[in-house]
């Protein structure tokens, strides 16, 4: 868990040296937020002229967002707004900064970590790497990702989301004029970092170019007003919904209490039965969906082909036969069939 952080400008701040084992010297960073537990945390840092780091990867999946300056990442010139999203255990090439950059950097799932190496780990979900110039390369899309909506005027740019638990990260901005006159909460804890401009909220009053939140669910924010416009990353941990009141005393547990009101309204038999005896445990009720079995995670069958030419696997799905029984496999290549024992 992160506590939550509001109001705060890391501008209040000095840069600190960060020293981590693998980690290349000339990093400086500010702490936005911390999650105690599992080391993951979100920082703004400064990363000097002449700055370069091995190829390798973090144990951790890894955000990231350059704010000022550019940061070479292999062939790639990643210039202001340029977003990556990295996961644990994918190798990135080899990073460095000739002339220094200032970036958001985030770890979602762990603490900060390096490991030297020019290949992914074994287990890494390879195929959700992505990076995109951000400013340059997508346009502003309406708010309205959720429904009920922010006001019109609050505009975004959709970077991630995980379809699992539906969290997003994204930029917003607010246009010049700005206002939107109801209160939120949500079920899901909020980041924010403005990367310029200021906006304003009854409770916390102007949020500067620098300035950060972490808010976990439930508590209250709006009013919101920017007088000439701002722009900033925000991120979710899990799926948006506004819930949207009037009432500026509410507290985080009456807010909560209204969401589950909220679901009982909407979901009745849902709801009688997540909430009754042993159904809500911390872990939540199984999804049946992720814990089945599925062709090719049989006992004693690899997922991933490999071949010498004599034996082969089982990589490609098939039915299984009863224990001890024999089968045949056609080759494409080969000499028409042969038989063989499961083991
Ligand atoms: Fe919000």
Redesign the pocket.
């Known amino acids: 868990m992160r506590p939550h952080i509001e109001p705060f400008c890391d501008r209040d701040e000095g840069f600190k040296h960060l020293r981590l084992p693998n980690f290349a010297s000339g990093m400086h960073y500010k702490m936005l937020s911390f999650d105690g537990d599992t080391g993951a945390c979100s920082m703004t840092v400064q990363f000097d002229g002449g700055y370069r780091r091995t190829p390798g990867f973090a144990w951790t999946e890894m955000e990231m967002i350059i704010i000022e300056g550019e940061m070479q990442v292999g062939e790639k010139t990643c210039r202001k707004g340029h977003y990556l999203f990295v996961p644990a255990g994918y190798a990135m090439p080899e990073m460095t900064s000739p002339k220094g950059c200032l970036a958001l950097v985030m770890y979602n799932t762990g603490e900060p970590s390096h490991e030297e190496s020019t290949q992914h780990h074994p287990l890494a979900q390879v195929d959700l790497y992505h990076d995109v110039d951000s400013y340059m390369d997508i346009p502003w899309a309406m708010g309205n990702v959720t429904k009920p909506s922010v006001a019109a005027g609050c505009l975004i740019k959709l970077l991630n989301f995980n379809p699992m638990s539906q969290a997003m990260t994204f930029l917003y901005c607010m246009t010049p004029g700005f206002y939107q006159d109801n209160i ?1 909460y ?1 079920d899901c804890a ?1 980041e924010g970092y403005h990367l310029w401009g200021t906006s304003w909220m009854m409770q916390f009053g102007d949020v500067p170019t620098g300035g950060y939140f972490w808010r976990p669910a439930y508590i209250n ?1 709006g009013a919101f007003a920017s007088e000439y416009g701002c722009i900033a990353l925000g991120r979710t941990d899990s799926k948006l919904f506004n819930h949207f009141h009037y009432n500026p005393w509410s507290t985080p547990v009456q807010n909560a209490d209204r969401s589950a009101a909220r679901i009982y309204q909407r979901d009745p038999l849902l709801y009688k039965w997540a909430f009754s005896e042993d159904h809500n445990h911390p872990h939540g009720p199984e999804d049946f969906e992720q814990t089945m079995l599925r062709r090719g995670d049989e006992e004693g069958h690899d997922t991933e082909h490999k071949s010498d030419g004599h034996t082969h696997d089982h990589w490609h799905g098939h039915h299984h036969h009863a224990d001890g029984s024999e089968h045949q496999h056609h080759h494409h290549d080969g000499d028409s069939t042969h038989t063989h024992d499961h083991d």
């Open positions: 939120s949500h909020e924010h």
